[in-house]
């Protein structure tokens, strides 16, 4: 970042080694300390190391937060100092490096700080961010008072590239795409090409991971010669044959399961409900279908590759029986694979036709029902915790299902086939009705301006015969505040299941 001559210097920018996203410095007298900029409180503390030595870095757009930045442009320095209620005002120093989506990098081409502040604000609203709006507006006007010459454009270095922001290099490699959002009535063709995959690429992809040194792990029961409740098994390069057999099971399961389309607020709700389980366990009646294809309308996880570095967001999971259980599969989209090449039309179409939608992360876990299941790692805990919560969420009554059907080209494909028209299953959450108060006589008047998420918990509910059978309710945070008010996920609803904060809540 840049220097102030009344501040400690900052010689260098500095990302988060936690989440991978550039910090922004803030000085106040001889003390400077970082935060996640643009953003309500994350459930971690900025962990400030220079971008030159994280390995994980997350580049976004400097000016609105998108994902996928593709330019980055350099102005004069420029530090903006924020009153507080302290004697000291603080000294936001912002650097002079900034990237930029292509929406902003137009902007800036333009010299419209006004359109780069109304289109940031917007993105920070629409993902329940808050930030003031005219500290937002004094910035980007001080960038453009600060550079009378409209910068140029330079390319951004790819993610995974050792090169970082503003140190533009030989390499012309585009930055992957940003990947929006799977749409309900495209999914029923999303499971036909994975199914497609499966019986296709998928076992020649995994042969091939295993050529280079991976091991899988597979379901017992698919070993030649092994029981049908044999535990999952390890393979590697030396017995490959059972990926054989788990590619036609994952294709089986897939071609006949029920898809689910959680949207983003149940995502967040059911995100927030995983950290609140005390083990990894399912019960069958906890399944809101034998076969599933669960897509989340925003990744429920986010773990890092620990070969790459790189963050691989969960957005689906899939899960079939197995003797005595399930086996359950997650998913990326498809493009991680391919970051930083360059895809154009023609090879991006034969793409999609090879591999389709969804790639998986990994090929599974096995678990058996009414079993505590220990996972190998942390990150595979917390996406089958994401995946048990958004389970038990959507058999309760407070969400809310509806059947959307495909759209008009999946459905002709399916009726030429002979095959029964597809149904998506909608997952939404039922929202209780905040009516606003209204001033009547005397009365004064109080009207909320955001909705906001009230802590919940895990009960065993009592059911079945004489109420003598348990499974597993959440009594969800119930949202407070106008139904069409901005959804806010503040520090409190972060930490959910941290025992250090209960006390705070």
Request: aromatic share 8%; proline share 10%; glycine share 6%.
């Amino acid at each position: 970042m840049g220097t102030n001559d009344d501040a400690p210097p900052i010689m260098e920018e500095y990302g988060c080694a936690t989440c991978g996203l550039s910090l922004t410095a803030i000085t106040s007298r001889d003390e400077v300390f970082f935060l996640h900029p643009g953003r309500n409180a994350e459930d971690h503390d900025p962990d400030p190391v220079p971008l030159a030595q994280l390995a994980n870095w997350q580049p976004v757009c400097d000016f609105c937060s998108a994902p996928h930045p593709v330019a980055t442009f350099t102005f004069e320095n420029v530090d903006l100092a924020v009153s507080t209620d302290s004697a000291d005002a603080q000294l936001h120093n912002f650097g002079n490096k900034w990237n930029a989506c292509e929406a902003c990098a137009r902007l800036v081409e333009q010299r419209n700080p006004e359109g780069l502040t109304q289109r940031a604000h917007k993105r920070f609203l629409r993902k329940g961010h808050t930030i003031n709006l005219q500290v937002l507006r004094s910035m980007h006007q001080a960038l453009f008072t600060a550079t009378p010459t409209t910068p140029v454009r330079q390319p951004i270095a790819s993610v995974g590239s050792t090169t970082h922001r503003g140190n533009a290099s030989g390499d012309d490699t585009a930055p992957a795409p940003e990947v929006r959002s799977l749409r309900p009535q495209m999914l029923p063709k999303v499971r036909d090409r994975l199914v497609r995959f499966w019986r296709s690429a998928g076992p020649a992809f995994l042969l091939d991971a295993l050529a280079r040194g991976h091991t899988y792990k597979v379901p017992g029961h698919v070993i030649p010669g092994a029981a049908l409740d044999a535990p999952a098994a390890i393979v590697d390069h030396r017995n490959p044959e059972p990926l054989r057999q788990y590619a036609v099971l994952m294709a089986n399961h897939a071609e006949d399961a029920r898809i689910f389309w959680i949207d983003p607020d149940f995502t967040a709700l059911a995100a927030h409900a995983a950290r609140d389980l005390p083990d990894v366990r399912i019960e069958q009646v906890e399944l809101p279908a034998p076969n599933g294809l669960l897509i989340w309308h925003t990744p429920i996880y986010q773990p890092t590759d620990p070969a790459s570095g790189v963050v691989i967001p969960v957005i689906a999971a899939q899960w079939g029986p197995v003797p005595g259980g399930i086996w359950a599969t997650f998913y990326t989209h498809a493009e991680w694979i391919m970051r930083g090449e360059r895809l154009t039309e023609t090879r991006m179409q034969n793409f999609r036709e090879k591999v389709g939608w969804l790639i998986p992360i990994s090929t599974g876990e096995g678990l058996r029902f009414g079993q505590p299941y220990a996972p190998a790692s942390e990150e595979t805990r917390l996406m089958l915790c994401s995946l048990i919560a958004t389970w038990i969420l959507t058999t309760q009554p407070d969400a809310e299902v509806t059947d959307e059907p495909a759209d008009k080209a999946t459905r002709r494909a399916y009726q030429r086939a002979n095959r029964p028209a597809p149904l998506v299953r909608l997952v939404r959450l039922r929202r209780k009705q905040q009516p606003r108060r209204g001033t009547t006589d005397d009365t004064p008047t109080r009207v909320y301006t955001r909705r906001w998420w009230v802590k919940g918990f895990y009960r065993e509910q009592p059911y079945g015969p004489g109420r003598a059978l348990r499974r597993r309710t959440y009594v969800r945070p119930h949202i407070k505040g106008p139904d069409d008010a901005p959804l806010i996920l503040n520090q409190q609803v972060h930490v959910l299941g941290n025992p250090r904060n209960q006390n705070e809540q």
